[in-house]
């Protein structure tokens, strides 16, 4: 999967372009509740266990203040509650926003 074209914060939201044309726009909130990091999904260890992913999973009012590309397959977030770890693919992304996750 490509980049977006184009990847803005407009007011409490996400805004995607992606390389075909069609757009996407996606909450801060619903990119919080679906952040992929172990603080948010948890891990598992090599034993089986799982760590983590026991926190909110509702984030009324979280907004995005600010993205960095990760090279040309991922984005990453900062949100308004300091929540910064995670990576979102550009696969992952248009399945959140498509509601498809």
Do not use: C
Request: hydrophobic share 35%; charged share 20%.
């Amino acid at each position: 999967m490509h980049a977006p074209r184009d990847l803005q914060i407009v007011g409490d939201f996400v805004a995607i372009t992606w390389d075909n044309g069609a757009q996407d726009i996606v909450s801060g909130e619903k990119l919080r509740e679906r952040s992929p990091s172990a603080e948010n999904m948890g891990e598992v260890d090599i034993l089986g266990q799982r760590w983590g992913g026991d926190g909110p999973r509702q984030f009324p009012g979280v907004s995005v203040q600010s993205l960095t590309l990760i090279g040309n397959y991922a984005v990453t977030f900062v949100f308004s509650d300091g929540h910064r770890t995670g990576i979102y693919s550009w696969e992952y992304l248009q399945k959140i926003a498509r509601g498809s996750e």
